[in-house]
C-alpha cells in the first residue's frame, strides 16, 4: 500500500508537468528554434598603453534579463570573435585581472544584420600605482547566504597542493583530525556531494580524495532544504569543482610535489564552440605520510585467558593514492533545453603498512611480539551523470530531470605476520613465521538515481519546487579470514530502496521565507547465510527557512530541518572481519537509522563589500544515536559492534569576523563553543565515564597580498578537548600552516609554497570505555612537511573568479559600440 502511495505521487507529477508542458505550447510561451548565425567582434586593448589585452574575457548578456548568454577571449593580439548568437539586443561585459569591468551596450543582431564588430574597446587599468607596483583588491573567503556558508577554495593558499580537507581546516563548523577525518559541528555524518551530484566516495573519504587545486568552492551547508537528500544528519558539504563557460580552449594544469614522497599532478580543459561544451578532467595522487602511535588497554574483568593489559607501539605510513578521469559534454538544443552527460572512471587506494610492537601482560607472565601489517582498501569506480533540462517560457518555470549510475568493486585486502621476541622485541626464532592472517573482503556496489524536478514561479517573488526521486543501492560482498586461526567465510548481500518525494514553497514580504516537506520510503534488505533481515520504514522531514534585512546592513536567518543517518554495510555487516591480528568488527543487521532535528539563528553584519561579521546560534538532536560498542572476546580480540541508544545533543555558537582594512590585507579569525551531551550511554561500574563537556574550536587566518604578485597566509586551528561516543575524552589540539603563491609569466602561471605544522607537531590523544576493558591511544602524524606546487593557465582559466575581486570600489563605464559615454 505505502509502495502504491509513492506511485501514485509520482504519476500525479509526471501528469502535472505535462499539463504544464501542453499550456506552455498552447500559450506559445514555448520558444521555437531560432538561427543562431549572429556574430561580434572586435579587439580589446589598454586605455593607457594602447597595448593588446590577450586573454581578455568578453561575456556577452541578453538586454532584457542581464542572463549571460556565451562568451569568448581574446587572443595574442587583443582581437575576439562571439559566434552562435540568436537575434536580438545584447550587451558585452569585459573583464581581465588588474582592469575595470567595461560594458559595450546597443549592440543588435538581426537577420539583416547578423555580424556586429564593435571596434577597438580601451579598458582602463584598476590597479593603484604605488612606487611603480601593483596592488589588486579582494573579497571575502568565506561568503553567508541563505541556507550556506560559501567557501573559495581558490583563495585558500595554504591549501594549495593538498586536498578539500586542507582547504576546510579554518573554516567554522568544521574540525580535522590528524588522519584527516572531517567532522560537521563534531558530527562525522555528513553528506558529499560534487556539483550537487553524489559522491562515488562517502564522507572524509571523498574529501581526502579531491586535490584542492581542482575546486572553486565549497559549500557549507548545515541545514538544506526540503529539495535535498535528507540523508547525513550534520548536513550537507557541496564539493563545486573549477569550469569555464566561454568559447575556446581554457585549461590550467597543477603539478605538486614534497618532502616525504608527496607526488600530485591534475589537468582541466575546456573547450566551447557552437552550441557544445566539452570538458575533459584529470587527476593523480601519491601522498604518504608517515604515523607513530601507541594503544595501551587494560581490561576489566580478566576473561578466559586472563590478559590483563596489552601495550602496542606502532610506526608506518598512511599512504593515499589515486587516479582518475572525467569527461563530459553539455548541449544547448535551444534557448529552452539543455542536456548534458558526464563521466568519470577512478581508483583510490588507501595502503597503511605498518609495524607494531606488542607487550601483553598476564597475572604471571608477559609475552613479546612483532606484527608486521598491511591494511588496504582500495575502490574502483565509474559513474555517469545524465542531466536535462528545460524552461517552460519566459517566467521561470522549469523542468529538469537526471540519472545517476555508480558502480565498481571495492576490496579490503589485508594481511598480518607476526614474529615474537623477547621484551627488547629481538626476534626469538631463526625464521620468521608465515602469514597467520590473510584477510579479504571483496564486494561489488551499484548505485542508481533517477529524479524529476519542476519549479513554478508564483507572483512576482513567489515559487512552488516539487520532485521525486528514486534510488536504488545493492552491495554483493564476500568476506573470508584464513591463516593460523579459524577459518571465517561469508557472503552478503544488501539492498537498500528509497523513494522521495518533496514539495517546497518560497516566497518575500514582510519576511523572506521558504517552507518545505519530504517524505522517504525505506526498504531495507540484509541477507547472510540462511539469515535475511529487512526493514521498511517511512521518514518525514519538514524544513523551514526565513530570512530578514534589518537596519544597518543586518541580515537576520533562522532555520529548522529534519536529518537522517542512515548505517553503511560495514555497519551492518554480522560477519566478523578482522581489522588487525588482535581487531575485529562485528556488524549489527538489527541497526536502525538515527534522526537528527535541527534548529539555528543567525545575524550577520555587513561592514563592507569584503568585511563581516557573524553570530550563528545552533540546536541539534539526534534521536535513536548508532553507537559504537567497544568489548574484549574469549579467544584475546577487541571487537566492535555498533547498538542504537536514546539521543545525542549540541548546543552552541559559532562567531567569525572578516576584515579586509587595505586591499593587501585580510584577516579572518573564528571561535566555535557548543556543550556536546550523549543521553542512555551504557552505563559500566566503577569506570569514570563522561557524556557532557563543553567543548569547540579557535581558527585564524591572516592573508597578506603583496604588490608584486605574492601571497602570503597563514593558518593556526586550536581544537578544545571533547569526548567520544563511549564515554571517553580526546585531548585538545592545534594544527598550523603557511603558504606562500608568488604569480609568473605575466599571471599565466604561479608557484606555491605550503609548509604544514612547522612548529611543533599536532598529536591526539584519546580515551575509550566498555564493559570489559579501557583503552588509551595516541597518534601523530607527520609534521614540518613541505609542498611546491606549479599552476598554469591556459587562456586565463579562472578569470570569472578574478572577475569578482577586482570590481571593488571600481565602476563600469557604459559606452556603445564606439566606446563613448
Known sequence: MKNLSFLLITAILFLFAQSLLSQGYQKGNFQGTMPMDGKITGTIIDSITGQPVEYA??????????????????????????????????YAEITFVGYKKHVVRGILITPNQNSMNIGSVKIEPSSTDINAVVVTGNKPAIEYKLDKKVVDVTQNVVATGG?????????????????????????????????????????????????ASTVQNVEIITNPSAKYDAEGSAGIINVVMKKQNVKGMNGIFNVTA??????????NLNYKFSKFNFTLGVDYT??????????????????????????????GNFHRKGKGIKLGVDYNINDNST??????????????????????????????????????????????????????????????????????????????????????????????????????????????????????????????????????????GSYSTTGNINVLEQLLNAKDQIQAAYISFSNSSFIDYQLGFRTEYEIRDIKYGNNDNKMEKPFYEPTIHLSKELPWDLQLQASFTRRIDRPREWNLNPVPRYTSLTSIMVGNPNLQPDVASSYELNLMKKINDASFVSAESFYRQT??????????????????????????????AEFMINLAPAKWFNFNASLTIYNYQIFGMPVIPNVPQVNNINTGN?????????????????????????????????????????????????????????????IGFTRVTSTSYSNSQTTMNWFQRESKVFLFTFSYRINNYKVQKAKTQQDDNSSAPDTDMMGNP
Not at 548578456?61 to 570573435?81: A, E, Q, R, W
Not at 556531494?193 to 574529501?207: M, N, R, V, Y
Open 698 to 758: 579557535i581558527k585564524v587566518n591572516p592573508t597578506f597580498r603583496m604588490p608584486w604578485g605574492m601571497g602570503i597566509q597563514i593558518m593556526y586551528t586550536y581544537n578544545a578537548p571533547t569526548i567520544n561516543a563511549t564515554g571517553g575524552h580526546q585531548s585538545s589540539n592545534y594544527s598550523s600552516g603557511i603558504g606562500v603563491k608568488q604569480e609568473l609569466l605575466k599571471r599565466k602561471a604561479s608557484l606555491t609554497m605550503q609548509v604544514q605544522n612547522l
Open 339 to 476: 542536456i548534458s552527460l558526464m563521466g568519470n572512471v577512478g581508483s583510490r587506494d588507501m595502503y597503511r603498512p605498518g609495524t607494531n610492537y606488542f607487550n601483553d601482560v598476564y597475572p604471571y607472565s608477559s609475552s613479546y611480539y612483532i606484527t608486521n601489517s598491511i591494511n588496504e582498501a582500495i575502490r574502483n569506480y565509474y559513474n555517469l551523470n545524465l542531466d536535462y533540462q528545460l524552461k517552460l517560457g519566459n517566467n521561470g518555470q522549469q523542468l529538469s530531470a537526471s540519472a545517476y549510475l555508480n558502480a565498481g568493486p571495492d576490496n579490503v585486502p589485508s594481511s598480518n605476520i607476526t614474529d615474537t621476541t623477547n621484551s627488547n622485541w629481538v626476534s626469538t626464532q631463526n625464521i620468521k613465521t608465515q602469514p597467520q592472517i590473510q584477510i579479504a573482503q571483496n564486494s561489488n556496489e551499484t548505485e542508481f538515481r533517477g529524479k524529476v524536478d519542476y519549479t513554478l514561479p508564483i507572483g512576482e517573488k513567489g515559487k512552488l519546487e516539487t520532485g521525486y526521486q528514486g534510488r536504488y543501492y545493492q552491495n554483493n
Open 258 to 267: 614534497g618532502t616525504g614522497d608527496k607526488y600530485g599532478a591534475n589537468m
Open 57 to 90: 574575457i568578453v561575456a556577452i548578456h541578453k538586454m532584457k534579463d542581464s542572463s549571460l548568454v556565451t562568451g569568448s577571449s581574446t587572443k595574442t593580439n587583443g582581437s575576439f570573435i562571439v559566434e552562435g548568437l540568436p537575434y536580438g539586443r545584447f
Open 163 to 211: 586536498t578539500v580537507v586542507d582547504a576546510l581546516q579554518n573554516i567554522p563548523s568544521i574540525q580535522t583530525d590528524v588522519e584527516g577525518n572531517v567532522t560537521l559541528r563534531g558530527s562525522s555524518n555528513f553528506t558529499v556531494l560534487i556539483d550537487g551530484k553524489p559522491s562515488p566516495l562517502t564522507g572524509s573519504e571523498a574529501l581526502q580524495q579531491i586535490p
Open 623 to 652: 534521536d535513536n544515536l548508532m553507537y559504537p560498542m567497544p568489548s574484549h572476546t574469549y579467544s584475546g580480540l577487541d571487537s566492535t559492534t555498533y547498538q542504537n541508544i536514546n539521543h545525542d545533543r549540541s548546543i552552541g
Open 286 to 315: 601519491d601522498m604518504k605520510y608517515a604515523i607513530t602511535s601507541y594503544t595501551n588497554n587494560s581490561y576489566v574483568n580478566h576473561l578466559k585467558d586472563s590478559l590483563v593489559s596489552r601495550t602496542n607501539n606502532g610506526t
